[in-house]
C-alpha cells in the first residue's frame, strides 16, 4: 500500500507515476475524500472540547447549586453529533482504505517506461542455445515416454493439471532437493515449511486481495481461507504486524511448495503441456531487509536464482521488466527467461521483485532504526525457481536423439551417479 502522507503531499505527481504503470488514480476523488476527512476531523475535534469544556462547566454549577438542565440538555445534543460525525469519519476512512487497497506500488525510477511485454529490457545473458544434430521434440513428446500423462490427470480432476511416473516424478522431486540444498548451503537462506492454506489477512499484506481474487481457489465452507498461489504469501507473512531488531535483519526465507493458480486471465493460453498449470511446484525465495538495502538485496536474489539455471546448464536471459508489465506489489522486477528449444523461444522461469516498503505497509512489519524508532521493512521475493517449467526445461534443452534425457552434474547425485534418465523399456517409439 502507498504512503497516505505521500498521495496527500502531492497527488498529481503520484498520479503522474502510476500513470506510468497504465494505473489511472482517481485524484479527483481521493481529493473530495481527504477534504471532507479533514474537515470532518476538524469538527470533531471542535465538538470533543466544546463538550468537555460544558461538562467542566456543569460540575462547577452543581458545586454552586445552579440548574445545570439546560446545559446538560446542549450537550446530549452535542453528543449525538459527536458520534454521528465520528461514524462519518469512520466511513470516510473505509473508502480511502478501498481505494488505496487498490492501487499498485510505485514504479523505481530506473524502471523503463513501457505499455506490456513488448516494452522489457534485455540485461544480460549467460549460455549458448544448444545446436541439435537430429530433430527435436518439445518437451509434452518427450515427457509421453517418459512418465508424463495429462489424460490421467484430467480423469483425476481435469484441464491443466499433470501426473509424472518413474524416473520423470524422481526428476521433479530431486529438482526441487537441489534448489533447496543450494539456496541453503551457498545462499544462506533458512529453510521453512508453511502452510499452503492462508487466511485473506495474509493474501491482504502480499497484495493478492482484494484486487486478485479470481486467480485464487477459495475454500467452500471457510469464506477466509485460500490456496496459496506462491509460497511469497506465507513466508512474507511471518514477519506481519512484527517489530523487528536491526540484529533480525536481513531475513532470508526459502520453501518448497505448491501454487494454486486458478489463472482467471490466462485463457486460452499455454493450453499444451506444463507450461500453464493450476497446481505447480515452486522454490520460492523471500528476503526481509531495511530499506537502505533492498536495491542490493535485488540483485542478490536474482543472482541467487540465476545460480540455479546455470548448475543445471539452462542457456537464459535477464530481462527488466518496464513499467507496464511488473506485478501490483512490485517497485522493480527482473525475469529470468529460460531458452525452451521446443518453442524456439525464451520462457519466463522466475520473476525476481523488490517491492519496497509497499506490502510491509500493509503487513505492519517494521524494524528499529538506529535511533530506535520504528521503521517499514523492505520485502524482496522471488522464484527460485519454478519446478515445473524447470522439468520442461530440462527436458527439452538435455534432450538425445533416443528419447533420454542427460542429467547435469547437479543433479547427477540425486540419481546415484546416473548420466541420464531413459525411456522404459516398452515405451521406446510412443509419443
Given at each position: 500500500?502507498?504512503?497516505?502522507?505521500?498521495?496527500?503531499?502531492?497527488?498529481?505527481?503520484?498520479?503522474?507515476?502510476?500513470?506510468?504503470?497504465?494505473?489511472?488514480?482517481?485524484?479527483?476523488?481521493?481529493?473530495?475524500?481527504?477534504?471532507?476527512?479533514?474537515?470532518?476531523?476538524?469538527d470533531?475535534?471542535?465538538?470533543?472540547?466544546?463538550?468537555?469544556?460544558?461538562?467542566?462547566?456543569?460540575?462547577?454549577?452543581?458545586?454552586?447549586?445552579?440548574d445545570?438542565?439546560?446545559?446538560?440538555?446542549?450537550?446530549?445534543?452535542?453528543?449525538?453529533k459527536?458520534?454521528?460525525?465520528?461514524?462519518?469519519?469512520?466511513?470516510?476512512?473505509?473508502?480511502?482504505?478501498?481505494?488505496?487497497?487498490?492501487?499498485?506500488?510505485?514504479?523505481?525510477?530506473?524502471?523503463?517506461?513501457?505499455?506490456?511485454?513488448?516494452?522489457?529490457?534485455?540485461?544480460?545473458?549467460?549460455?549458448?542455445?544448444?545446436?541439435?544434430?537430429?530433430?527435436?521434440?518439445?518437451?509434452?513428446?518427450?515427457?509421453?515416454?517418459?512418465?508424463?500423462?495429462?489424460?490421467?490427470?484430467?480423469?483425476?480432476?481435469?484441464?491443466?493439471?499433470?501426473?509424472?511416473?518413474?524416473?520423470?516424478?524422481?526428476l521433479?522431486?530431486?529438482?526441487?532437493?537441489?534448489?533447496?540444498?543450494?539456496?541453503?548451503?551457498?545462499?544462506?537462506?533458512?529453510?521453512?515449511?508453511?502452510?499452503?492454506?492462508?487466511?485473506?489477512?495474509?493474501l491482504?499484506?502480499?497484495?493478492?486481495?482484494?484486487?486478485?481474487?479470481?486467480?485464487?481457489?477459495?475454500?467452500?465452507?471457510?469464506?477466509?481461507?485460500?490456496?496459496?498461489?506462491?509460497?511469497?504469501?506465507?513466508?512474507?507473512?511471518?514477519?506481519?504486524?512484527e517489530?523487528?531488531?536491526?540484529?533480525?535483519?536481513?531475513?532470508?526465507?526459502?520453501?518448497?511448495?505448491?501454487?494454486?493458480?486458478?489463472?482467471?486471465g490466462?485463457?486460452?493460453?499455454?493450453?499444451?503441456?506444463?507450461?500453464?498449470q493450476?497446481?505447480?511446484?515452486?522454490?520460492?525465495?523471500?528476503?526481509?531487509?531495511r530499506?537502505?538495502?533492498?536495491?542490493?538485496?535485488?540483485?542478490?536474489?536474482?543472482?541467487?536464482?540465476?545460480?540455479?539455471?546455470?548448475?543445471?546448464?539452462?542457456?537464459?536471459?535477464?530481462?527488466?521488466?518496464?513499467?507496464?508489465?511488473?506485478g501490483?506489489?512490485?517497485?522493480?522486477?527482473?525475469?529470468?527467461?529460460?531458452?525452451?528449444?521446443?518453442?524456439?523461444?525464451?520462457?519466463?522461469?522466475?520473476?525476481?521483485?523488490?517491492?519496497?516498503?509497499?506490502?510491509?505497509?500493509?503487513?505492519?512489519?517494521?524494524?528499529?532504526?538506529?535511533?530506535?524508532?520504528?521503521?517499514?521493512?523492505?520485502?524482496?521475493?522471488?522464484?527460485?525457481?519454478?519446478?515445473?517449467?524447470?522439468?520442461v526445461?530440462?527436458?527439452?534443452?538435455?534432450?538425445?536423439?533416443?528419447?533420454?534425457?542427460?542429467?547435469?552434474?547437479?543433479?547427477?547425485?540425486?540419481?546415484?551417479?546416473?548420466?541420464?534418465?531413459?525411456?522404459?523399456?516398452?515405451?521406446?517409439?510412443?509419443?
Amino acid at each position: 500500500m502507498l504512503d497516505p502522507k505521500l498521495v496527500r503531499s502531492d497527488p498529481e505527481a503520484v498520479a503522474a507515476q502510476l500513470a506510468r504503470r497504465g494505473f489511472t488514480f482517481d485524484v479527483a476523488r481521493f481529493t473530495a475524500l481527504e477534504n471532507e476527512r479533514k474537515q470532518v476531523q476538524v469538527d470533531t475535534e471542535q465538538m470533543q472540547a466544546e463538550r468537555n469544556s460544558r461538562s467542566k462547566l456543569i460540575g462547577k454549577m452543581k458545586a454552586a447549586g445552579e440548574d445545570t438542565a439546560a446545559l446538560m440538555a446542549e450537550i446530549g445534543g452535542l453528543g449525538q453529533k459527536l458520534d454521528q460525525a465520528k461514524q462519518r469519519l469512520g466511513e470516510i476512512q473505509s473508502e480511502l482504505d478501498a481505494l488505496f487497497s487498490l492501487v499498485p506500488n510505485l514504479p523505481a525510477e530506473d524502471v523503463p517506461f513501457g505499455e506490456d511485454e513488448a516494452g522489457n529490457v534485455e540485461v544480460r545473458r549467460w549460455g549458448t542455445p544448444r545446436t541439435f544434430d537430429f530433430e527435436i521434440q518439445d518437451h509434452v513428446a518427450l515427457g509421453a515416454a517418459l512418465g508424463m500423462n495429462f489424460e490421467q490427470a484430467v480423469k483425476l480432476t481435469g484441464s491443466r493439471f499433470v501426473t509424472l511416473a518413474g524416473d520423470l516424478a524422481r526428476l521433479h522431486r530431486a529438482l526441487a532437493q537441489f534448489m533447496l540444498d543450494l539456496h541453503i548451503s551457498q545462499h544462506g537462506y533458512t529453510e521453512m515449511y508453511v502452510p499452503y492454506i492462508v487466511n485473506d489477512k495474509s493474501l491482504f499484506g502480499t497484495g493478492q486481495l482484494p484486487k486478485f481474487g479470481e486467480d485464487l481457489f477459495a475454500l467452500k465452507g471457510d469464506a477466509d481461507w485460500y490456496l496459496i498461489p506462491t509460497a511469497e504469501v506465507p513466508l512474507t507473512n511471518l514477519v506481519r504486524d512484527e517489530l523487528l531488531s536491526a540484529n533480525d535483519l536481513p531475513r532470508r526465507y526459502v520453501a518448497h511448495t505448491p501454487s494454486f493458480r486458478a489463472e482467471a486471465g490466462a485463457a486460452g493460453r499455454d493450453t499444451r503441456g506444463m507450461i500453464r498449470q493450476h497446481q505447480f511446484d515452486k522454490v520460492e525465495l523471500v528476503q526481509i531487509v531495511r530499506a537502505e538495502d533492498s536495491a542490493a538485496a535485488l540483485e542478490a536474489l536474482t543472482g541467487h536464482a540465476e545460480a540455479v539455471l546455470q548448475a543445471l546448464e539452462l542457456p537464459y536471459r535477464v530481462m527488466q521488466l518496464c513499467t507496464g508489465d511488473m506485478g501490483f506489489s512490485a517497485a522493480k522486477t527482473y525475469d529470468l527467461e529460460v531458452w525452451l528449444p521446443g518453442q524456439n523461444t525464451y520462457r519466463e522461469i522466475s520473476s525476481c521483485s523488490n517491492c519496497t516498503d509497499f506490502q510491509a505497509r500493509r503487513l505492519q512489519a517494521r524494524v528499529r532504526d538506529a535511533d530506535g524508532k520504528p521503521q517499514l521493512v523492505h520485502t524482496l521475493n522471488g522464484s527460485g525457481l519454478a519446478v515445473g517449467r524447470t522439468l520442461v526445461a530440462l527436458l527439452e534443452n538435455h534432450q538425445q536423439a533416443d528419447g533420454s534425457i542427460a542429467l547435469p552434474l547437479a543433479l547427477r547425485p540425486y540419481f546415484q551417479g546416473r548420466a541420464a534418465i531413459c525411456v522404459p523399456e516398452g515405451q521406446q517409439g510412443k509419443a
